[in-house]
C-alpha cells in the first residue's frame, strides 16, 4: 500500500489543522492506520491510531482530547484532526499502515508515507 500524506502547514499556538492520508495499492481498509510524527532532535513517536474497521483507536498522552484519528474506508483516506495546537506539537507528522503489531510502536509498522510538516507558533 502507499500512503500520501498532507494539510501540513503553519498554525498560531491553538489553532487548528487536519492531516489526510490517502492510501492506494493494496486495500486499505484491511490495515490499520496510524500516524507518527518526529520533531528536530527527538525520535519518531507514536501520535494516534486506528484499527481497520474504524474501532480501536490509541492516542499518545500528548495529544489525548486535542487530536482525533478518523479514516472513510470508502475514500481510501485516513484523517488526523488536530485542534488546540501547542508549539511543541511542531514536527514532520508522517502516516503509517500496518496489518498486525503494536500500535506504538514504529517499528511494527510496514508502510509509511512522506512527511508533512507542521509548525506551530507561539
Known amino acids: 500500500v502507499q500512503l500520501q500524506a498532507s494539510g501540513g502547514g503553519l498554525v498560531q499556538a491553538g489553532g487548528s489543522l487536519r492531516l489526510s492520508c490517502a492510501a492506494s495499492?493494496?486495500?486499505?481498509?484491511?490495515?490499520?492506520m496510524g500516524w507518527f510524527r518526529r520533531a528536530p532532535g527527538k525520535e519518531r513517536e507514536f501520535v494516534a491510531s486506528?484499527?481497520?474497521?474504524?474501532?480501536?483507536?490509541y492516542y499518545a498522552d500528548s495529544v489525548k482530547g486535542r487530536f482525533d484519528i478518523s479514516r472513510d474506508n470508502a475514500k481510501n483516506t485516513g484523517y488526523l484532526h488536530m485542534t488546540s495546537l501547542k508549539p511543541e506539537d511542531t514536527a514532520v507528522y508522517y502516516c503509517?499502515?500496518?496489518?498486525?503489531?503494536?500500535?506504538?510502536?514504529?517499528?511494527?509498522?510496514?508502510?509509511w508515507g512522506q512527511g508533512t510538516q507542521v509548525t506551530v507558533s507561539s
Open positions: 503509517a499502515a500496518q496489518s498486525a503489531g503494536a500500535p506504538t510502536v514504529p517499528s511494527s509498522w510496514g508502510y
Open positions: 495499492g493494496r486495500s486499505f481498509r484491511s490495515y490499520s
Open positions: 486506528i484499527g481497520w474497521g474504524r474501532s480501536g483507536t
